[in-house]
């Protein structure tokens, strides 16, 4: 059974940092594209940043780059999110997703990602 554990939010002030993580058991985790994704109420969830199965290819939304990025640790079934410079828009809960059949770029729409994690709060006051 596949399963997405996401840790790491907090409150932080503006300019802080937060490192999410999220532990995945099940399938081969190796094997699969992992993304993160975020939402504020009454928004889609939107793109954060997605890595491929080696770490060698990663994307980032244009709303983070440089400031976020994005890790994987395949023998600790683990990726990790790191945030820096962070703003009081980046405000959101952070999903982490996985997708675990074959893709030969790393996708940026929640529909491409077939597993989710419940979540983590991210808060950042100004």
């Known amino acids: 059974q596949v399963q997405l554990v996401e840790s790491g939010g907090g409150s932080v002030q503006a300019g802080g940092s937060l490192r999410l993580s999220c532990e995945a058991s099940g399938g081969t985790f190796r094997s699969d594209i992992m993304g993160w994704f975020r939402r504020t109420p009454g928004k889609e969830r939107e793109f954060v940043s997605g890595i491929s199965t080696s770490g060698d290819s990663t994307k980032y939304a244009d709303s983070v780059k440089g400031r976020f990025t994005i890790s994987r640790d395949n023998a600790r079934n683990a990726v990790y999110l790191q945030m820096n410079s962070l703003k009081p828009e980046d405000t959101a809960v952070y999903y982490c997703?996985?997708?675990?059949?074959?893709?030969?770029?790393?996708?940026?729409?929640?529909?491409?990602?077939?597993?989710w994690g419940r979540g983590t709060q991210v808060t950042v006051s100004s």
């Open positions: 997703a996985r997708r675990t059949y074959y893709s030969h770029y790393v996708p940026v729409m929640s529909d491409e990602y077939n597993y």
